[in-house]
């Protein structure tokens, strides 16, 4: 299924408006000619450096594209210019006292009709029988290049005006001025305090490219010499024009008028009362005409001008912050985002709510902002459109905060203290990369809002979303590890404990605790500190679990308090860069750990309280392609793993439910009533509220693991639980009858009470059409027990391990028959021969008590088959890797990165089921190594007898290493999962 997905939008963000920007302003001047002496020519390069000047104004505005300046001294060079080449606008410097210089000009205009030519002189010059037809402007220089830009820029409103105007709302500037020296004095302040004001207005919600493509959508400033050009302006643009400018006295029906500025503003106001007006004359007697339109008035001559024309943009063209003012004109309130508008206006006094909503004050700000489409919703709203003044500001209210969390969906946005808006969904802050694990989930927030037929499909019943993330940039690791001089430590081997003390005492840059501060000043729900370093979750080799997740409470009533402990998980998540089993995978893979780096994602977790606890009904691990399908489940049905409370007993590999969307009822570990029991979770973690005063970040004390009783007058356990009835030997599929409770969230996935598996199927199909082949997510969902509606909420998303085309492997029934070892569970596609070790566990002394000494003798006998380079065959009972020593042996990646190939058996004291949800799981998929399975039942067997008359070294008390004479030969065809272990000959 072709989605057809814009993966450039995707990347840029979501907003149609964004969208929308990058057809702005398509004509642009690119190419300017100048006709000027070579003494004028040397002065605005060598004395004014006026190519480096336009350059830097270009830049310093943060404007893009500076224009190209070539130079030619007369009018038939520029003649032979414009044959050779085209230009976008000519500029001319006549010398003024030879008239044939300026008629010269006339046969530049003749050449090329349409493109502008502008007259620059030194000096404010009037000529008798008015400027002439050739030229379309008339400038004077006075050696300052932000005259230049705005000559530019002045073109370019023009010619982009009609289509900007009509396809995004574009607002409109108009100003009216015939002298040329004061439209040179004033245009450049205009256009500089322009940039500058909208630049200022550019809330932090945004990343840098939509700053910048939202520059595009700053007002248009459009000149007129005469009262006839002026209106003729308005009434172009009646609907989208932002504020007036205008002199008083210039040309009316082709004669100079001394009232007509006068004449035109006080039109204006009749048609339109809410458009701000500004009187320019340099005859401070007409400040009392100004006050009777009304208008605001400035006096050309006063050296405030400058400030007065900044006062005027900012204030009242909406640039600076919302001022709520009362009657009297005194502040009462102001408001520099939307967000803190939103804040201020459910509290604000009616009286002063409904003056501004009837000056349009607010549309005016909104469209300052180029937030067109609320400023165009509001504009032509009344009090009388209402039933009372509250119904008003609640609409308002509601809409602002739409637009809040619409215009930043599928954005990475900069964390900015200044204008921080909780209701952001990802955040960022440093430079550099996101790391792997937010860049995956800051993709998976920009597909789900492409995935409008997703949402819209279960609209109704459930909300797919993704947590609330802040995200601290790899830069932020490089600057605490270069600050503190720890660098060295990826090349060293040091205990684990010893890399957590020394991060532990570093010193955290001012700047970023000043940062994580601000945004815990806003944010009180329970936090989850977790690592996104650069290889984590990546295409090609992803480190899954590898490194350190913290979960903090953070409901502490001390900010500071707050802040230490997020400040220590920080550290502890950058600590476990250097942490030993990071280190071993990163040999396996042949990286270096000095080419590691770590960012962290700081998300809100998913959950509800339930009085000291905080936790959310399921959670779980999703994988588009199932490599131990079951009956009639295909390998591209997928398979999720799901447990209630918090995911770390899915991805540590505990005792959980596994199922396949497509087939949602057929569960293969309960196929009778003893194995549900046997099988079914029995605990599940949960984090304690409030936070435990003084615990241990590292050691985790806040997530806790607690018995499922505890959790009976918790609102989940009643919505996914069944209940074991002893005297009839059965389940019932509900929790509201007498008796202890099974975990096989029934409700959920045989009844349908909400969608999960249809979700998870769909999603699963989305994100892997989205990253271009199967992917694995962990996912969270809350079941409200007051009747909102259940939120699925996606957690992370990373590529799974290369299916590639299979190599063809052959194994024959002879192959069978010789085999030591034979199984019928296989995962992977391979031919080794290269292995001459079999290290195992003693099928004779196992003992699920003593799993942890067993990982202990195993890491040590694989320390030194790693440093002897001899890769190894690893057998043994239940789930590798699990953190429950009770479900099988729990290694962990240091103890076992010189592995081939792994065997799982079964003991009689320990049958479980395996676990592809876990970070162990999709690390050893994704390295190739090997994983085949022996049950107890079916065909699969192996031979013990053979493997312990082989030769042995000393291993340990439980671990036994046999040492083979020849190679074994390993078998595994992908395609049939079958594999066969042969003894060398």
């Keep these: 299924m072709n989605r057809g997905w814009d993966f450039c939008s995707i990347g840029g963000g979501t907003d149609a408006k964004f969208r929308m920007y990058h057809e702005l302003m398509a004509h642009k001047v690119r190419d300017i000619l100048l006709i000027s002496t070579p003494y004028d020519a040397w002065v605005m390069e060598e004395d004014c450096k006026l190519s480096e000047r336009i350059v830097s104004e270009y830049r310093g505005l943060n404007l893009s594209h500076p224009p190209r300046l070539t130079w030619v001294s007369s009018v038939d060079d520029a003649l032979s210019e414009l044959e050779r080449r085209s230009f976008d606008l000519v500029i001319h410097m006549p010398q003024i006292a030879d008239m044939a210089d300026v008629n010269a000009a006339s046969a530049v205009k003749k050449a090329a009709p349409d493109m502008p030519v502008v007259l620059l002189t030194h000096r404010d010059v009037r000529f008798p029988e008015g400027r002439p037809d050739w030229y379309d402007r008339h400038f004077v220089w006075s050696g300052d290049a932000e005259l230049l830009v705005a000559v530019v820029k002045s073109c370019e409103d023009a010619w982009n005006v009609d289509f900007d105007t009509r396809s995004a709302g574009i ?22 305090e322009l940039v500058i004001q909208t630049q200022s207005v550019l809330e932090h919600g945004l990343n840098q490219e939509h700053r910048l493509l939202t ?26 024009v932002q504020g007036v400018i205008s002199d008083v006295r210039f040309p009316l029906a082709g004669k100079k008028c001394d009232d007509a500025g006068v004449r035109l503003l006080r039109e204006i106001k009749d048609r339109r009362r809410d458009i701000p007006l500004l009187m320019a004359s340099n005859e401070p007697s007409n400040a009392e005409q100004a006050a009777a339109i009304p208008a605001f008035f400035v006096d050309k001559n006063s050296p405030l001008l400058v400030e007065a024309g900044k006062r005027f943009v900012a204030d009242q063209l ?24 939103e804040k201020l206006m459910r509290v604000i006094p009616d009286d002063v709510f409904l003056r501004h909503a009837r000056h349009n004050d ?37 809409r602002i905060n739409e637009r809040r969390k619409q215009r930043q969906k599928g954005v990475v946005v900069n964390f900015n203290p200044r204008d921080f808006d909780p209701a952001t969904d990802f955040m960022k802050i440093g430079d550099g990369s996101l790391g792997g694990k937010a860049r995956g989930l800051a993709f998976l927030f920009a597909m789900l809002e492409r995935a409008t037929d997703l949402q819209e499909k279960y609209a109704d019943s459930m909300e797919i979303t993704a947590p609330r993330t802040l995200a601290l940039a790899t830069t932020c690791f490089d600057e605490f590890v270069d600050l503190n001089g720890l660098r060295h430590l990826a090349e060293t081997d040091m205990d684990d404990d010893e890399v957590v003390r020394l991060f532990e005492a570093a010193v955290f840059p001012d700047w970023l605790r000043r940062q994580l501060g601000a945004y815990l000043m806003e944010i009180r729900h329970p936090l989850s500190v977790r690592s996104s370093s650069l290889l984590e979750d990546a295409q090609f080799q992803a480190y899954a679990g590898l490194y350190s997740t913290y979960m903090l409470p953070n409901d502490h009533p001390d900010l500071e308090y707050r802040l230490e402990r997020l400040e220590q998980a920080v550290k502890l998540v950058f600590a476990s860069t250097y942490f030993r089993s990071p280190k071993a995978f990163s040999r396996r893979v042949n990286l270096r750990t000095d080419e590691e780096r770590m960012g962290v994602m700081i998300q809100e977790v998913v959950g509800e309280r339930h009085d000291d606890h905080f936790y959310p009904a399921m959670s779980g691990v999703a994988q588009s392609y199932n490599y131990y399908p079951f009956g009639r489940m295909k390998p591209e049905d997928g398979v999720a793993t799901v447990a209630m409370g918090l995911g770390k007993t899915v991805v540590d590999g505990e005792k959980c439910l596994r199922f396949s969307p497509r087939h949602p009822q057929v569960l293969p570990q309960c196929p009778t009533t003893d194995e549900a029991l046997r099988n079914a979770q029995s605990s599940f973690y949960s984090l304690a509220m409030p936070g435990i005063r003084g615990a241990s970040v590292r050691k985790g004390a806040n997530v806790v693991r607690r018995d499922m009783a505890d959790a009976e007058p918790d609102g989940p356990l009643s919505l996914l639980a069944s209940t074991y009835l002893p005297d009839q030997g059965i389940v019932r599929d509900t929790a509201a009858i007498p008796g202890p409770k099974v975990m096989l969230f029934a409700p959920v996935l045989k009844h349908r009470s909400i969608p999960l598996a249809r979700v998870l199927d769909d999603v699963l199909t989305v994100a892997q059409e989205a990253m271009g082949g199967p992917v694995e997510m962990e996912f969270a969902v809350n079941m409200p027990v007051d009747g909102r509606k259940p939120v699925f909420s996606l957690l992370q998303v990373r590529p799974m391990s290369a299916l590639a085309a299979l190599n063809r492997v052959d194994i024959g029934e002879d192959d069978v028959a010789r085999s030591f070892c034979y199984s019928e569970h296989a995962l992977g596609n391979a031919e080794k021969d290269d292995i001459t070790e079999i290290v195992y566990v003693r099928p004779d002394r196992f003992d699920p008590a003593h799993t942890e000494r067993m990982a202990r003798e195993i890491g040590a006998v694989n320390r030194r088959m790693v440093e002897q380079n001899r890769p190894y065959l690893l057998i043994g009972p239940g789930r590798w890797g699990s953190s429950d ?5 729990p290694v962990k990646w240091a103890d076992i990165s010189g592995v081939s190939v792994i065997v799982e058996t079964y003991a009689e004291n320990l049958k479980v089921e395996p676990s592809q949800g876990s970070h162990f799981f999709h690390n050893i998929t994704t390295l190739g190594i090997n994983y085949v399975m022996v049950p107890q039942a079916g065909n699969s067997r192996l031979d013990w007898d053979w493997i312990m008359a082989q030769p042995h070294e000393d291993a ?25 272990m042969l003894a060398g000959h």
């Design 171 to 192: 607002r409109v500037i108009i100003f009216v001025e015939d002298s040329p020296r004061y439209v040179s004095s004033l245009l450049p302040i205009l256009y500089k």
């Design 215 to 240: 520059m595009r959508a700053r007002p248009k400033i459009l000149l007129a010499e005469t009262f006839e050009q002026a209106m003729e302006l308005f009434e172009t643009y009646s609907e989208n």
């Design 318 to 341: 909406g640039f600076g912050d919302f001022i709520f003012r009362r009657e009297d004109g005194s502040e009462m309130a102001r408001a520099a985002s939307l967000y803190a508008l």
């Design 362 to 398: 607010f549309s005016r700000w909104f469209f300052a902002r180029t937030e067109f489409g609320l400023a165009c919703m509001v504009r032509p709203l009344t009090e009388g459109d209402f039933k009372d003044v509250s119904t008003l500001r609640e609409f308002l209210v509601e």
């Design 885 to 889: 020593p009770w479900l099988g042996i």
């Design 956 to 980: 340990g008390e439980f671990v036994a290493c046999a040492v083979l004479p020849k190679p074994l030969s390993v078998k595994v065809d992908g395609r049939s999962s079958r594999c066969v």
